[in-house]
């Protein structure tokens, strides 16, 4: 498969106020530019999720990409939840000093580095252990409580590390978009039917964490603004979800589509993203907080329109960044890079089979 090398335009972008490269500040946190890389599984983890050398490699390139955040990959906060069996796992016992070391790199690159942290639901279930995915629909209060519980240690420990924030992952499919999505959410009690129950878990698990972190920390949330299934979330309702997340204490939120593995989370190479850009724009618009917009954002002159005409705050570029690891670094100089084809083969098809992802077109790994 060839390289293909695209050269960009000259502009003096460095000349524009509320350009992607002008500075943000979130909390106590200043982005250097407007740029994220997102969360990408990368199934790089020990059997049972254990950190090793070449997450901490991975994460390291990353950081030094160009990018003013890098928000690492979905993390594991409870056995049960766990997606795949290489998915980083919160509660292995190097989870906190590889984080450090990471950590420290973001710091000396001043990069802001955030983690996202999940539980994978219904998804869950793929780890070392004999436990089994949990069901929403069958869970007590208990329960809940012991997840929220993981969730607040999960965010306590990244603090800790030296992050600079923690993204909650309420997005595809997983367990906190279960309980928010009419789809697969028929509790009968007081977590199921109105939007306002559906929301209480999610709620639960946001102000104890923002409780137990405090006030200088971010706590960003990443939602699906559309699932594309049946009875899943809206627009409508996710605009919604968005304010009731904003007047609960998230400080971010991370706009993406579709549940885990579907054309609706990763738009492919016939795909133009368009959707991803409207839906990030249409939650921005109910909002007071930044809003991520991702998919398929490839070019300085798409980032900059996306932030000159507040379609959104940040842009995140992901899959470009698995292609090269300096594609960031090399658009804003205006240098020839590897341009990602949007094939979805060594990224998205192999992490959620539970396969090490390796680009297709990245002759660096």
């Known amino acids: 498969m060839p390289i293909i090398l695209v050269k960009k335009q000259e502009k003096d972008f460095m000349n524009m106020d509320d350009s992607v490269l002008s500075k943000k500040q979130v909390r106590s946190t200043i982005f250097r530019n407007k740029f994220i890389c997102p969360p990408m599984g990368s199934n790089f983890a020990d059997l049972g999720g254990g950190m090793n050398f070449e997450i901490v490699n991975h994460y390291k390139k990353l950081i030094s990409s160009g990018v003013g955040m890098v928000i690492m990959e979905a993390v594991n906060i409870s056995e049960e939840g766990m997606i795949t069996s290489r998915q980083i796992a919160s509660y292995s016992k190097n989870f906190f000093d590889m984080l450090y070391e990471i950590c420290l790199e973001a710091k000396k690159k001043e990069t802001a580095f955030l983690v996202q942290i999940c539980h994978g639901g219904k998804f869950g279930g793929k780890g070392e252990s004999p436990l089994s995915p ?41 367990l906190i978009a279960e309980f928010i999505s009419l789809a697969m959410n028929k509790r009968k009690d007081d977590y199921g039917g109105s939007l306002k129950n559906r929301m209480k878990v999610p709620l639960k698990i946001l102000r104890e964490v923002r409780e137990a972190v405090g006030n200088d920390f971010i706590v960003q949330v990443r939602i699906s603004a559309v699932e ?91 899959r470009p960044l698995l292609c090269d690891y300096n594609f960031v670094n090399k658009i804003i100089n205006n240098e020839e890079v590897t341009e990602c084809l949007y094939c979805n083969e060594g990224c998205l098809n192999r992490a959620v089979k539970g396969f090490k992802i390796k680009c297709v077109l990245n002759k660096e790994d």
């Open 134 to 174: 949990i069901d929403i629909n069958t869970i007590d209060e208990q329960e809940v409580k012991r997840i929220v519980k993981c969730f607040v240690d999960a965010a306590v420990k990244v603090k800790e590390a030296g992050a600079d924030g923690v993204e909650l992952h309420m997005a595809h499919g997983y």
């Open 228 to 318: 594309g299934i049946k009875n899943g979330m809206s627009i409508d309702e996710s605009t919604k979800v968005a304010k009731i997340l904003e007047e609960n204490g998230a400080d971010i939120i991370h706009v993406s589509c579709g549940v885990k593995g579907s054309k609706e989370s990763s738009p492919s190479a016939d795909d133009s993203g368009e959707k991803f850009l409207k839906c990030a724009n249409e939650i921005k618009k109910v909002v007071k907080i930044p809003v991520i917009a991702v998919g398929k954002i490839h070019s300085m002159e798409v980032a900059d329109y996306i932030i000159e005409n507040k379609i959104a705050d940040f842009v995140a570029i992901g």
